[in-house]
């Protein structure tokens, strides 16, 4: 039997062929002002006996297939260390075959753990964590009310990949409005310049359930979305950054490995703003979308 799954169930696009564990509910900080995600999903953890049990009753035929395994939701990795030890001694003695452990990291999980402890889960499998940073700004951060500034967000990124674990992490084009563009695009460049995370992705904002954060900020304008994404690239100076913008709120998709492939996205920009310049619309207003 698989395991047993709550709706809403969000994982990366990257993890479609993963099995997946729901080894937590919601989200730890489920705080953000743009975000509903998990607005009527309460946080808790699944009980360890119930989870050992769902990778216990994986039938024997799926087990030689499985590479990769992602622990949901939101901030999975929060679950406490030595039963989330246990949890790990379980997969890895299920799954022989398996090669990576992965799940989300929030701000609150990041503040729970010690280097030595992210070593223990190293060594267990886990190699990737999905991180959403959204800015390097603080009060573009504030303003989400994510909880932690960056120089805490830089020290434990940091932290994490020199435990071995590889990051993979999330930005939000539009996040601070037209205010505060130009600081959220240079704080988050000088971030990932100093952190050098393996992936770099970039969403834009859209609608998640919670009017009020869209009506508080400036709008982006198709204009100011392709500035501000051209400033973060020219910014970042990292080596073998594996960068995508290919999420479904994106408008223009984009990917490359930075600092090497710079140029072309640049250019992939310009062109299209270009396009949209011959169409009037760069100081159109995007629709932000309902998700759900
Ligand atoms: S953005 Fe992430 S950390 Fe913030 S409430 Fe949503 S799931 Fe939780």
New binding site residues.
């Given amino acids: 039997m698989m395991p047993d799954y709550t709706q809403p169930l969000y994982r990366p696009p990257s993890e479609a062929r993963s099995l997946i564990f729901q080894i937590t509910h919601g989200?730890s900080?489920?705080?953000?002002t743009f975000?509903g995600?998990?607005l009527h999903k309460p946080f808790r953890l699944k009980p360890l006996h119930q989870v050992l049990e769902e990778i216990r009753r994986i039938p024997a035929d799926i087990v030689p297939r499985v590479r990769r395994i992602f622990l949901a939701d939101?901030?999975a990795v929060i679950y406490p260390q030595e039963r989330l030890l246990a949890i790990l001694d379980a997969l890895n003695a299920k799954f022989p075959t398996v090669q990576r452990i992965s799940a989300y990291v929030?701000r609150k999980a990041m503040a729970t753990k010690t280097p030595a402890e992210w070593g223990q889960l190293r060594q267990r499998k886990l190699s990737l964590l999905y991180f959403?940073l959204e800015s390097a700004n603080d009060q573009v951060t504030d303003l989400m009310n994510k909880g932690r500034d960056a120089d805490f967000t830089r020290q434990q990124a940091i932290t994490l990949q020199e435990q071995g674990i590889a990051l993979s992490v999330m930005v939000i084009l539009g996040g601070g409005g037209q205010r505060l563009s130009r600081e959220h695009a240079l704080d988050t460049a000088r971030w990932a310049t100093a952190v050098n995370p393996r992936y770099l992705s970039l969403l834009t904002l859209f609608l998640r359930r919670k009017q009020d954060f869209f009506d508080s900020l400036e709008p982006p304008t198709l204009g100011s979305l392709l500035d501000e994404a051209q400033l973060l690239i020219e910014n970042i100076d990292g080596k073998n950054i594996i960068f995508r913008a290919n999420h479904i709120s994106n408008l223009v998709t984009l990917s490359g490995t930075l600092p090497r492939d710079r140029d072309r996205l640049l250019q992939e920009i310009a062109r299209h703003r270009e396009q949209l310049g011959r169409q009037g619309r760069l100081d159109e207003v995007p629709e932000f979308y309902e998700e759900f």
Avoid: A, F, I, V
């Fill in positions: 989200c900080h489920n705080d953000c975000c995600m998990y939101g901030d929030g959403g």
